[in-house]
């Protein structure tokens, strides 16, 4: 009967820690959506207004192109940092997740 029961406890705790781990990881990839969606504004945005590379883009120039027509939030907490045109978004807290730009 104790083994039995040791071994559902270990079962379960098995099924928790997979759990939080499935979590985290969906999290990360709504990150790398909204980062993806971020940059894409971003980019229309510097096309249609002529933006050189560089140049700073406040964000109310390129939310028009988002859902909402806001900056959307980062699952995880994180914040997302806008930098100048030609460089690609960024999370405050997954961090760099899409290195040299969106892929297709």
Known sequence: MKKAFILMAVIVGAGILW???ARKEAQRDVCINNLRQIYAA???T????????GAVMPTAAFTKYLKREALP??????KYIIPPVGKV??????GDLL???PQD
Do not use: I, Q, R, V
Not at 46 to 53: E, G, I, M, N, T
């Open 99 to 101: 290195k040299e730009g």
């Open 46 to 53: 510097s096309l249609a207004d002529k933006y050189p590379d």
């Open 42 to 44: 971003m980019y229309a």
């Open 73 to 78: 939030e980062c699952p995880s907490g994180g």
């Open 89 to 94: 978004p960024t999370c405050s807290f997954h």
């Open 19 to 21: 759990g939080l781990h």
